[in-house]
């Protein structure tokens, strides 16, 4: 708005007041700096200029996924020329989209954050239905959709936005919601909860479509988990594990009162043991309406799946799988069904069939899956069916845990989501909007449209997508650092670009190939860094390049090349900050360049001698993971809790002229593991603590270098922050994030101060 206000006034000032110098582009009265100023609030411009500046709109950042969040952890990151180099331990980028997505119908591209924001669900979702306006319900185990506290089930509006108005409070608490079903004016629920915001309610609930609120008069109490709900015209069907609703004694399968939750006694099904999952109203040859059900059921004869007429006597139908039914859809003259049997009567099948809805016969169609794959959902739309599970590959065409396919001819189809996590039941029930656009996929994943990088890869930070660098690592990078147009990094590898690389290697950024620079370490490095003439490591290694190095060396800048400065340390090295008259070091060591040296100390830049700066008997008492320096004043944060017998929790600072220290800049519960500081003097202080100075900070706090002070900027986040840095006074912060601000994110966040 204040971007609009600002065009028109300049637009204005231009139109009556008359322009003294029409050349003049930084003259605020000229025709040049008019358009100039056009221009920019168009291309939304920014950058350095006497023009005005229109921040660009933010975009969705993609992230660092793996099939398992707790997994990922961001070892190493660096910019350069608009890109975020990313490494460390993940397996894929991809948005960052929580679980539940919605998706093209076509082929499963997720769409444009700007113009359907991602709902960044945390965490988890089973079940989504069409709210019938384009929009949709969704509901599961979340507690947090698009940063807002919200639980068990939320409305996203026609424009992927959260509907705020609707609030169900504490909905299920905590428990599993099976399925939904809108009739009317009316949302009716069920899953494994015995109360709703609450209120009591066995395992079925209703609520208002607009405002959320409990339907007070619709009370159907079930005595076990409800796993499938669908309607009929004069009421609705319900399944699942109960064996009864409101004492009717009707167990498993039952009919129930739109209006009041009371059970139809006339429908009355013969199921003696076990659950049914899912269920679906469909026609036999006869034309004659009948209930398919699936499940792990016992009715009279063979199980698993049969089909109910309307006063519940079961008919022949009887494809007799010998395995748990999961989910079945019916779709012109068949049923699909899916699960974990591998035979239907005597034709073998695995875990997917499609069944003749008269005769129980199982038609030609087969998927060709593996043995150990598994499906977990099954829906019709268009003509079509789409599929969720546990696959990567299906009808030899890759398809990783979501497909479709047009059961006429067998042709898979183009939608190919790829999610970092496959899908199991209760999981997966997809909505298709109104105008059959957009799908609502529900699930346990981190992200969608992901792409494969083994622990190494870029970000395009003008797109937030990622590029098309792909450098095929074996192995993982400890740690990142770019230096001109040249990227050093150091881990625990053997190979990047198909090319041999033992734990070190010079990427040239321009040409993205490898640099003639590849001297070999015997072990792990932990940090790159450099100055103008030389790229110093540190870490696990004793050897570099056939030559003794123990945990340090330092390779020439402009050929690689190992040189002679020899420091020599007793045990592991961490970090390391060259300034212009020392290089500090920290690290797990006792003794370094011929000195006794516990942790921390500083080198000759020429020899490799411990200077015993700061102190020759003020050491920290553990591990030194992190050094920074704002001005004249050092920051090392790690493991240690004193200095020279001084508490201090973590973190210290010492005066760079004259080595004094300054103890306890706060108090924090565990170890700091990064330090990084922009320009203005503020910046992040990371780690594995999860309260600073008695208040929860988990993973990291914002702090102001200058004045010693914690800021009061609060981010909640989950994960731990194990390195950062600081590109004026952008900062960028990773490790094993899972979350920041309530929101997902895959392993890193970029935030300014």
């Not at 370094?592 to 942790?599: D, E, F, Q, R, V």
Request: glycine share 12%; charged share 15%; aromatic share 12%.
């Amino acid at each position: 708005m204040s971007q609009l206000f600002y065009f028109f006034f300049i637009l204005i000032s231009f139109i009556f007041c008359k322009p003294p110098e029409l050349s003049n582009s930084c003259d605020p009265k000229s025709e040049s700096y008019l358009k100039g100023s056009i221009l920019r609030f168009l291309i939304n411009d920014s950058s350095p200029s006497c023009l005005p500046g229109f921040p660009k709109t933010p975009v969705q950042i993609w992230g660092a996924h793996s099939s398992n969040s707790t997994n990922v952890d961001i070892k190493g990151m660096v910019v350069h020329d608009n890109k975020l180099y990313l490494a460390g331990a993940f397996q894929f980028l991809g948005p960052n989209t929580g679980g539940a997505a919605i998706l093209n119908t076509t082929d499963g591209s997720l769409f444009d954050a700007g113009v359907c924001p991602y709902l960044e669900v945390l965490n988890f979702s089973n079940v989504a239905i069409s709210d019938e306006r384009g929009g949709f319900y969704l509901a599961g185990s979340f507690t947090h959709v698009q940063g807002i506290q919200k639980q068990s089930l939320v409305h996203i509006d026609s424009n992927c936005k959260l509907d705020t108005n609707f609030d169900v409070g504490t909905g299920a608490g905590g428990a599993d919601v099976r399925d939904l079903l809108l009739v009317g004016e009316k949302i009716y629920i069920a899953g494994s909860f015995s109360t709703w915001n609450g209120s009591t309610r066995g395992y079925l609930a209703a609520v208002n479509r607009i405002s959320g609120n409990l339907d007070t008069t619709w009370i159907a109490n079930a005595d076990g988990t409800v796993e499938s709900i669908i309607a009929d015209t004069d009421g609705i069907f319900v399944a699942g594990q109960f064996l009864n609703i409101n004492g009717s004694g009707i167990g498993r399968l039952s009919k129930i009162s739109y209006d009041t939750g009371t059970p139809d006694p006339s429908f009355s099904p013969n199921i003696s043991a076990g659950a049914i999952r899912t269920i679906a109203i469909g026609k036999d040859a006869s034309n004659n309406k009948v209930v398919y059900a699936g499940g792990s059921f016992t009715a009279v004869s063979p199980s698993n799946a049969r089909s109910f007429e309307m006063d519940g006597n079961m008919t022949a139908w009887n494809p007799a799988p010998n395995g748990l039914v999961d989910d079945l859809v019916y779709l012109g003259s068949k049923v699909y069904l899916i699960g974990s049997f591998n035979l239907l009567g005597a034709t073998s099948r695995t875990n997917f069939a499609a069944v003749d809805n008269n005769t129980g016969l199982v038609g030609s169609e087969n998927l060709m899956l593996n043995g150990s794959d598994t499906l977990a959902s099954i829906t019709d739309f268009g003509g079509k069916i789409y599929i969720l599970g546990n696959f990567t590959s299906v009808a030899s065409k890759p398809r990783r845990y979501g497909f479709s396919i047009d059961p006429n001819n067998g042709n898979i189809s183009d939608w190919n989501p790829s999610f970092t996590t496959s899908f199991s039941y209760p999981g997966g029930r997809i909505a298709f909007s109104s105008d059959g656009s957009k799908v609502l996929v529900p699930g346990n994943f981190y992200s969608v449209n992901v792409v494969e990088r083994s622990g190494f890869g870029s970000i395009d930070l003008i797109t937030g997508k990622a590029t098309d660098f792909n450098p095929q690592l074996t192995g993982t990078i400890n740690s990142l650092h770019v230096r001109d147009n040249i990227l050093f990094a150091g881990g625990s590898f053997t190979s990047i670009l198909s090319q041999s690389r033992t734990n070190f290697f010079a990427l040239n950024l321009n040409s993205l190939s490898l640099e003639g620079m590849s001297p070999t370490f015997n072990s792990d490095i932990n940090i790159v860094t450099s100055d103008v003439n030389y790229i110093y490591t540190g870490g696990n290694f004793i050897n570099v390049a056939g030559s003794s190095r123990p945990y340090i060396a330092r390779l020439v800048l402009a050929n690689g090349s190992l040189d002679s400065w020899n420091p020599s340390g007793d045990a592991v090295v961490n970090s390391i900050l060259p300034t212009e008259d020392k290089i500090f070091i920290g690290g797990s060591f006792t003794s370094i360049g011929s000195s006794g040296s516990p942790y921390f100390s500083s080198l000759n830049r020429s020899t490799g001698i411990n200077l015993l700066f700061p102190s020759n008997v003020n050491f920290p008492n553990g591990n030194v993971a992190s050094i920074a320096q704002y001005q004249n004043q050092f920051f090392i944060g790690g493991a240690f809790i004193s200095v020279g017998g001084q508490a201090t929790s973590y973190i210290s600072a010492f005066d760079g002229s004259t080595g004094v220290y300054t103890h306890q800049l706060f108090t924090a519960d565990s170890s700091v593991s990064t330090i990084s500081i922009g320009e203005n003097g503020k910046g992040i202080v990371g780690g594995s603590f999860t309260t600073i100075n008695g208040s929860s900070k988990p993973g990291f706090v914002f702090y102001d270098f200058l004045n010693k002070k914690v800021l009061d900027s609060n981010l909640p986040s989950n994960g731990n922050v194990n390195l950062s840095f600081s590109v004026k006074n952008r900062h960028y912060f990773g490790g094993k994030i899972t979350d920041v601000n309530n929101r997902p994110k895959g392993g890193y966040f970029i935030w300014d101060l």
